[in-house]
């Protein structure tokens, strides 16, 4: 077959480059030496390995040692050996994009480099690719008919390159959906597992998640409002503020269908204060304690579960964040909610009427024991007369048939799953 453009067949390297030595697939070395000979396949070979250079040069992210480098050159090599054959033999049946810059693309996207950063290193070596051929045609071609032969390779080139790049980012799409599905089922199986308390390894574990589960944890589980319209992405950002605002250095996130979202953040010290955070329209929070490794990973989630299932429970007389630390007498108390409902009718008796009058006695009256029956700490905090609270207080013990300092625990843990969960535990079922 005669060449469309002979003089590509004269192209030679500047210096002396092995075909062994090329980083392509055997087969494309070959196929190219095949059709245009082994001096310009070495010019190739040589063009590759100046782009890969130049293209890490400009844009650091694609290096990182010889093994990230090598995957370049590979495509940008064989690449090069592709358009080098279809210069020259314009009808031969092959495609602009070869193998090797498909797998150099699924790569990129392993390796999590963007495609925006993917799309300027296509135009670099679309750049030097075009300038390498146009040396070429400047020394090889006669003078007569240089212009018109710089003019058709360059258009050749570009729409060489146009069908590249519209094959590099369906492939890098693709494999990053490959990617985040196969990642995000890794992920779930692995907190699936810790969860569940079976055998993981740590380490292994760690780098499946990208999450070091070897520090201490703090986990939040968050939900919409039925029908709220936050979706994953609010979920998700709620999830990182309120934990980096509690001292997290690292977070995992993990949605749960459509309107749920579980998440941990590593914090440096357990103890460490949470700072104030806005409320997010339609989203709900629970939070855990803090833990240790693996197994505070998974019981700070269990915390938030609970706290979780008290808010829910609760509906809107619950605050919009749920700390376990602040209901964990309740949740423990509510364990089993018929006999909670039971508990609480039997021991408020007439103070668990679902009144707002009688709403106002309980919520007086558990001041009063939290702060040691002091009228005075009462009045300044509910800001009504001493008078008021005393009278609330007679009327609430004529309610409850008996004196405060009677059974004053089960009264106590009564009015906390009565302020709590209010119709849940003060109405009996029907």
């Not at 055998?199 to 780098?207: I, Q």
């Not at 019981?299 to 007389?317: C, F, K, N, Y």
Request: hydrophobic share 45%.
């Amino acid at each position: 077959m005669k060449p469309e453009r002979d003089w590509l067949l004269r192209l030679a390297p500047r210096g002396e480059v092995a075909l062994d030595r090329a980083a392509s697939a055997a087969p494309t070395v070959a196929q190219t030496v095949a059709h245009v000979g082994e001096g310009p396949t070495r010019w190739a070979i040589e063009v590759g390995h100046d782009l890969a250079t130049t293209i890490i040069r400009e844009i650091p992210a694609f290096g990182g040692g010889d093994g990230p480098f090598e995957t370049l050159r590979m495509g940008t090599e064989s690449s090069t050996m592709r358009s080098l054959v279809l210069l020259a033999f314009p009808d031969a049946a092959l495609v602009p994009i070869t193998e090797e810059a498909l797998e150099g693309d699924r790569e990129f996207v392993r390796r999590n480099i963007a495609l925006d950063k993917v799309l300027r290193g296509i135009r670099f070596g679309h750049a030097g690719m075009a300038h390498a051929f146009l040396v070429g045609c400047e020394t090889l071609v006669d003078t007569a008919r240089l212009a018109d032969e710089m003019k058709a390779v360059s258009e050749d080139l570009f729409r060489f390159i146009d069908s590249f790049a519209d094959a590099m980012v369906l492939e890098y799409l693709a494999e990053r959906d490959r990617w985040v599905t196969s990642a995000a089922a890794a992920r779930d199986e692995t907190v699936r597992r810790i969860l569940s308390e079976e055998p993981v390894d740590v380490r292994a574990a760690s780098g499946v998640l990208g999450y070091e589960l070897d520090r201490h944890h703090v986990a939040v589980t968050l939900w919409t409002e039925p029908g709220a319209p936050a979706g994953t992405s609010e979920l998700q950002r709620v999830a990182v503020d309120v934990l980096h605002r509690r001292g997290a250095t690292s977070t995992l996130v993990v949605p749960v269908g459509s309107s749920g979202l579980w998440a941990w953040g590593a914090v440096p010290r357990p103890e460490a204060p949470a700072t104030a955070i806005e409320r997010a329209a339609s989203v709900r929070v629970a939070c855990g304690l803090p833990g240790r490794g693996v197994d505070g990973f998974r019981r700070s989630h269990h915390e938030a579960v609970l706290a979780e299932r008290l808010s829910r429970l609760a509906g809107d007389r619950a605050a919009w964040l749920t700390d376990y630390a602040d209901v964990a007498a309740v949740a423990l108390l509510a364990a089993d909610l018929t006999r909670a409902g039971e508990f609480v009718r039997r021991e408020l008796a007439g103070l668990g009427a679902p009144t707002d009058q009688a709403a106002v006695l309980r919520e007086t009256l558990l001041h009063y024991l939290d702060a040691e029956r002091s009228l005075a700490t009462v009045s300044a905090e509910l800001h009504v007369a001493r008078g008021t609270v005393n009278y609330r207080i007679k009327r609430a013990e004529e309610l409850l048939g008996r004196e405060v300092g009677r059974r004053r625990f089960e009264l106590h843990a009564a009015l906390l799953l009565a302020r709590l969960l209010g119709d849940v535990v003060l109405r009996s079922e029907p």
